[in-house]
């Protein structure tokens, strides 16, 4: 009886010791083509130029609505969410890797009849017993084959996934408030060019019709000054719904109502000229990219996710061993539950597993191989996508900055041409439809210098996130 427990002991301690034997592939990210690595003095400054980026516009007004978003924008609250729940599930993995123990009290009182006895024995009667039982139970599942860290492994994965696609959202509605923040800059803006122009025109029709009353000029050129002012009073109702719709797109992005977005910042006082166009410098894609985008650390997490499914789907054909055991007191009376002799125990071990289940394992090991492929080739678009939004970024923020450069001297040269303009038509050199189109064209020019600002700055925002800008507290 000692030699066959000495064995039992040892066959049991051996399976145990092979719980340190997970299946599956252990995960490797995959080669792919990439820059060559910076060194780290570069690598340092290029992350110091992405931390808190917004910053850099130096706008306090910017500042403090992706501030709000952080907090109140419905999405990033549903991603925290999400994440929350990503990290309920690694508890719960992690907790089936350990036993359960439970424990149970019970009491009873039965009644068993004269009837049930099979012999009429004399005294023999009815009965009446009470039982009572404390017992603790404890079952362990030993995990022979590695599926329960698997499981762990994948949950895991899982949790960062759901933080980098966190950051990821995030990252993506800061840009977007910048965007949006920039464009309601322009938009506004070329509402106050608008009205500025509409009330010179409104001095220039009242100068034509005194001019006209007077006999000085014609009814076409008093026409014409009504035209152009009646054309620009027409373009209001549009800069102004552009306004609004604006505040509104802005407001849901940061939490706010339209209402409490317009009486809680003062954008009058702004003007998109004002910012500061933060300087970048990225003279080739940086090969830190992989470990910066938050979008492709949450499919790199979802690929080792989709490896160790591979693992728990291989594990699952394998046997399963399991270990119980149970401890407790049973006794007729309350009081005796705590002698020794109402001890009761047991304990022992199930070793269970798959014989013949018609292909079901093995589909289950392909449809995760296949689903790892999948994963693997999402994580490669991926990868290409945010390389070719980089290029993107920099060449568009190139072409914007050039842009902005040409129309800056364009307004300089029309400004000076509807200043001679109106000299020369003063002294009656020029008719008065030249000077209607120099100041229709200065009018066109400062709206095209707006939008080329607005161009420009959502250009650098681009990059920003394009490179995996960031938070200084998460470096």
């Known amino acids: ?41 570069a690598a340092l400054a290029h992350q110091r130029q992405l931390a808190d980026w917004w910053q850099r516009f130096d706008d306090p007004t910017l500042d403090a609505l992706i501030e709000r978003a952080a907090s109140d924008n419905l999405e990033i609250r549903s ?26 009290a019970e009491a009873s009182r039965e009644r068993t009849p004269a009837t049930a006895f099979p012999i009429d024995l ?15 139970a404890l079952d362990w599942e030993i995990d022979l084959w590695g599926r329960l860290a698997r499981e762990r492994e994948a949950a895991l994965a899982t949790l960062d996934q759901s ?19 920039f464009a309601l800059l322009a938009a506004e803006q070329q ?4 009205e500025r122009t509409l009330a010179s025109r409104q001095s220039t029709l009242e100068l034509e019709q005194i001019r006209f009353d007077a006999g000085e000029t014609d009814e076409l050129a008093f026409r014409q000054a009504q035209a152009q002012l009646e054309t620009t009073r027409a373009q209001l ?10 505040e509104g797109v802005l407001a849901v992005l940061v939490g706010m109502s339209p209402n409490e977005l317009s009486g809680t910042i003062d954008f009058e006082n702004g003007s998109i000229r004002e910012l500061t166009l933060p300087e970048l410098h990225v003279d080739e894609l940086p090969a830190s990219l992989i470990e910066r985008r938050p979008d492709i650390r949450a499919a790199e997490a979802g690929l080792t996710a989709a490896n160790a499914a591979i693992g728990i789907a291989e594990a699952a054909r394998l046997p399963a061993l399991s270990l119980g055991a149970m401890l407790g007191s049973i006794a007729r009376d309350e009081s005796d539950l705590l002698s020794s002799g109402a001890t009761a125990w047991s304990g022992g071990a199930s070793l269970f ?41 920099m060449i568009t923020l190139e072409s914007a900055t050039e842009t902005i450069a040409a129309v800056e001297r364009q307004v300089e040269v029309i400004a000076r041409t509807e200043e001679l303009a109106e000299i020369r038509y003063r002294e009656g050199l020029v008719g008065f439809i030249e000077l209607l189109d120099a100041r229709r064209n200065l009018l066109e020019a400062e709206l095209a210098l707006s939008e080329a600002r ?8 681009t990059l920003f996130k394009a490179l995996g800008g960031g938070w200084s507290e998460r470096k």
């Open 353 to 393: 597993g798959p014989v013949l289940d018609f292909g079901r394992s093995r589909s289950r090991i392909d449809t995760a191989e296949a689903m790892r492929e999948q994963a693997e080739l999402s994580w490669r678009a991926t990868v290409q996508i945010a390389f070719n939004e980089v290029r993107s970024a």
């Open 79 to 104: 991603a925290v969410a999400r994440m929350a729940e990503a990290q309920a599930r690694l508890g719960l993995a992690s907790a089936e890797r350990r036993p359960t123990v439970g424990a149970q």
């Open 454 to 461: 607005r161009e420009q700055l959502t250009a650098a925002a």
């Open 191 to 194: 509402l106050r060019i608008t």
């Open 163 to 181: 933080r980098h696609a966190h950051d990821a959202l995030r990252l993506a509605i800061t840009t977007e408030v910048a965007h949006g923040y």
């Open 237 to 246: 109702p549009a800069r102004r719904a552009q306004v609004r719709h604006l």
């Open 1 to 41: 009886m000692t030699v066959h427990r000495i064995r039992v002991g040892a066959a049991t301690l051996g399976l145990i010791f092979l719980a340190g034997c997970a299946v599956g592939p252990d995960y490797k990210r995959p080669e792919i083509d990439k820059p060559e690595p910076v060194d780290a003095e």
């Open 122 to 136: 004399p005294g023999a009667g009815a009965t009446t017993a009470n039982t009572f039982s404390v017992v603790g």
